[in-house]
């Protein structure tokens, strides 16, 4: 079982240019088999957990930029959806030379915008009245639709070690205050080629602040997956492979 020595779990398949992929919060690094089984004929990729999630316990120290160290991986495209937005954003921001391309998929973390002091202002009064994260995953059609896909992601998201964090109702009002209220950047001399990608159904990283965040990065690319909620690289796997897999031809 491959392991990092600071106790992150990941594994590795393909062959070619890095592409690293860092899941959301509910998930663990089979929630990208999609993704990976479509690009492991043409690049080397590498899905971890984050930790606390998955296999990954609680406890452990690493983090992205230690398992590419520590995996001699000099320079990557990164991938990260929804929470995993903050760690590959954290590192195309510190070290651009590590990333040759970055992709944020559902998520705006990491780019303290306008927008995301906006959204973050409207999601506390959302959580106050009663709004949970956990239950806008996807569409809201889409485990009627997809049954069986459905069923499968959350068998995924539930395989975590005893110790890990549960699945329960997260409070991420200390995370909103501090997004509402951080100092705006300026990103419009942003190194890293870079992709955002929305799903128009998206009820939580909501479509107007992934395309104002994309506007505020200097050179990105933005990219609509239609008929699709927070996570359209599962609901929409051929449409948003088709966009990610343009995109990598494009600038790796």
């Known amino acids: ?13 393909g ?4 592409v690293i992929f ?13 993704q ?42 990164l991938v990260g959806h929804s929470m995993g937005g903050l760690a590959v954003s954290a590192v195309a921001q510190a070290h651009p030379n590590r990333v040759a391309a970055l992709v944020m998929s559902d998520t705006p973390f990491g780019f303290f915008t306008p927008a995301l002091s906006r959204w973050a202002a409207e999601m506390l009064v ?7 994260v956990l239950d806008h995953l996807f569409a809201p059609d889409f485990a009627k639709r997809e049954p069986e ?11 975590r070690l005893p110790a890990s964090t549960p699945r329960e109702r997260p409070d991420f009002s ?7 209220d951080a100092p705006r950047g300026d990103y419009s001399a942003f190194p890293v080629p870079a992709l955002f990608i929305v799903g128009d159904r998206d009820a939580l990283t909501l479509p107007w602040l992934i395309e104002a965040t994309a506007q505020a990065v200097g050179g990105s690319d933005f990219a609509v997956i ?18 990610l897999d343009g995109f990598l031809a494009r600038v790796v």
């Open 1 to 13: 079982m491959p392991v990092s020595t600071q106790g992150l779990f990941y594994e590795i398949d």
């Open 15 to 18: 062959d070619g240019p890095w």
């Open 22 to 34: 860092a899941h959301g919060g509910d998930g663990n690094h089979l929630c990208w088999h999609r």
């Open 36 to 77: 990976v089984a479509a690009l492991k004929h043409r690049y080397r990729c590498l899905a971890y957990d984050a930790p606390g999630f998955g296999l990954t316990p609680a406890d452990a120290k690493g983090d992205l930029l230690s398992l590419m160290d520590e995996l001699a991986i000099d320079r990557a495209v």
């Open 126 to 132: 959302k959580i106050s009245a009663g709004f949970n």
């Open 149 to 159: 896909a459905h069923h499968l992601y959350q068998a995924i998201c539930r395989m």
């Open 174 to 180: 200390a995370a909103y205050i501090a997004m509402r």
């Open 226 to 243: 239609e008929g699709a909620g927070h996570s359209p690289f599962y609901e929409r796997t051929a449409e948003y492979n088709r966009a």
